[in-house]
């Protein structure tokens, strides 16, 4: 019997030991079960956390992304319109300087074929019509060489046609016909001014003058003689002619002072004696026009 008490208070014990046990590993489940739910909230949470960080971190690289790509396509377009631009305008360049080139192989041909027929011009020795043409072929796109030989060419004919302007108003002034000898002398000016023959042609221009009854402007004429370095052997002659054409005139003090130089400046030209006679005569004149005048009471200039 003891024996089977005992067993059975063992059999209790155990019975208890394990309700205990059961209990605790029961507590233990639930606390586990209670630490894998927190667990879990925690991990949702987190999921949750990372999901929204993962969207977030998503949206602002897409953001990133697109500012990223929008720049880079506003560079590139930049760069685009500029190359765009640059291409136009050397577009227009080339453009501008094939229709120069154009107009200067049109200007050239069209020059080249005016030079041509001046040439021939020149050729047929046609001194008149190449001065008178040779304004037109100078504006021409002529090459240097062009240029340099109807310049040239243009000159000699013009100081040949002054030549002989010159000496067909000499022979119109010794058949006396002056005013186209004064015509002749002109044209002899306008051709070549500035040759060595010019103050010729100015005094014999005077003369003509004068004896057209043009004293002033012969006397306009023949200071420039006078003023001239060219031919020196005509300042004399010049200062004559003024003395005379100031006679015509009534000016006998610029006669007189146009003398006076002569022998002053000249006195060893062939006309000093002549001048000295002259104004001996005018002198002469003035001093009776004095004693005149104060015979009758009349101003004396």
């Known amino acids: 019997m003891r024996e089977a008490d005992e067993e059975i208070r063992e059999i209790k014990k155990e019975i208890i030991e394990s309700r ?10 639930n606390a586990l079960a209670a630490d894998i739910k927190s667990i879990g909230k925690r991990q949702a949470g987190y999921e949750r956390r990372f999901n929204w960080n993962s969207a977030v971190a998503y ?3 897409a953001t990133l992304s697109f500012v990223g790509l929008k720049l880079w396509s506003d560079v590139r377009i930049r760069e685009i319109e500029g190359e765009t631009r640059e291409l136009e305008r050397e577009a227009r360049e080339l ?3 094939l ?3 154009t107009r200067r192989a049109e200007a050239r041909e069209r020059a080249e074929g005016k030079a041509a027929q001046f040439y021939d011009l020149i050729r047929q020795q046609k001194r008149a019509e190449v001065v008178e043409r040779y304004e037109q072929v100078r504006t021409e796109r002529l090459s240097r060489a062009e240029a340099a030989f109807f310049r040239d060419t243009v000159d000699r004919f013009r100081l040949d046609l002054s030549v002989a302007a010159y000496q067909a108003g000499l022979d119109l002034m010794r058949t006396g016909r002056y005013a186209e000898a004064a015509d002749a002398f002109q044209e002899s000016i306008r051709l070549k001014e500035e040759a060595a023959h010019i103050p010729s042609v100015k005094y014999q ?3 003509s003058l004068a004896r057209l009854g043009r004293q002033g402007e012969a006397i306009v004429l023949a200071q420039a003689v006078i003023d001239q370095t060219v031919d020196r052997e005509l300042q004399d002659d010049g200062a004559f002619l003024l003395a005379q054409c100031a006679e015509d005139l009534g000016n006998i003090d610029d006669a007189r002072n146009a003398l006076r130089m002569i022998g002053r400046r000249w006195p060893h030209s062939q006309l000093a004696l002549d001048a000295r006679r002259h104004l001996g005569d005018l002198n002469l004149r003035v001093l009776r026009g004095q004693i005149q005048g ?5 101003p004396v200039e």
Do not use: P, S, V, Y
């Open 59 to 61: 949206a602002l690289f």
């Open 294 to 298: 104060q015979r009758t009471g009349a």
């Open 99 to 101: 229709t120069e080139e």
């Open 205 to 207: 221009l005077a003369r």
């Open 95 to 97: 453009r501008h300087d």
């Open 20 to 29: 205990g046990l059961i209990i605790k590993t029961n507590n233990l489940t």
